[in-house]
């Protein structure tokens, strides 16, 4: 699976910006799909994740309200909308898949595009 990420920039505080994420590959051992992020000193943290299997999704409380995961099936894309943004949201943000009965690390990553909130 390649996961290749667009959509990063320069934002001010309280803009807006939309990640999108475009799959390639079989899919097939793929259950789950998410955002994840990491800033410079940070670990890297989850942001959001949406279950292939189910209607399942799940945010995480920091971005809760403000950021909404979806994916569109027939053009396999994940995408990020990102609301409200803060300076603390400046972060490289990766797309990546999930592999059936494997963590999260051992899935497929993509190589990240960078969000500055900055005025």
Known sequence: VQLVESG?????????LR???AAS????DIN???WWRQ???SQREWVAVISLDDPGIAVADSVEGR???SRDTAKNTLD???NDLKPEDTAMYYCAAHKTGVSWDLGFWGQGTQVTVSS
């Open 8 to 16: 990063g920039g320069l934002v001010q505080p309280g803009g807006s």
């Open 19 to 21: 990640l999108s994420c």
């Open 25 to 28: 590959g079989s899919m097939n």
């Open 32 to 34: 789950a799909m998410g």
């Open 39 to 41: 800033a410079p000193g």
């Open 67 to 69: 950021f909404t995961i």
């Open 80 to 82: 990020l909308q990102m």
